[in-house]
């Protein structure tokens, strides 16, 4: 079975103001940081999930502009990440096993 996990900051629980989904203001550092966690967090939650049902492979997509850290290493995840403006989502999914 192949999984396909999207995540992006604004969608994660826990997440409740803007500032923790700004990376560019300084102000914003702390908040943004602990957005980041909580990402990160639910992210390997779904993979952890997905493997535990029996899953192959996994491709998580992260939307973030500046990306998350990867869930930690296993040779049956794969990671997208942005490159550049452009829509992001499925795009590059048809070129993983």
Not at 25 to 32: D, I, K, S, T, V
Not at 49 to 58: K, P, R, T
Not at 66 to 88: A, D, E, F, Y
């Amino acid at each position: 079975m192949r999984v396909y996990v999207s995540v992006d900051m604004e969608s994660v629980a826990g997440i409740v103001h803007e500032d923790q989904t700004n990376p560019v203001e300084p102000r914003c550092a702390h908040e943004y940081a602990r957005g980041r966690k909580l990402m990160t967090g639910e992210a390997n939650a779904a993979v952890e999930g997905a493997l535990a049902a029996g899953a192959d492979y996994v491709l998580v997509n992260d939307s973030q502009r500046r990306p998350v850290p990867p869930v930690p290493g296993c040779p049956r995840i794969k990671h997208l990440r942005p490159r550049g403006p452009g829509p992001q989502g499925q795009s590059g999914t048809e070129a993983h096993p």
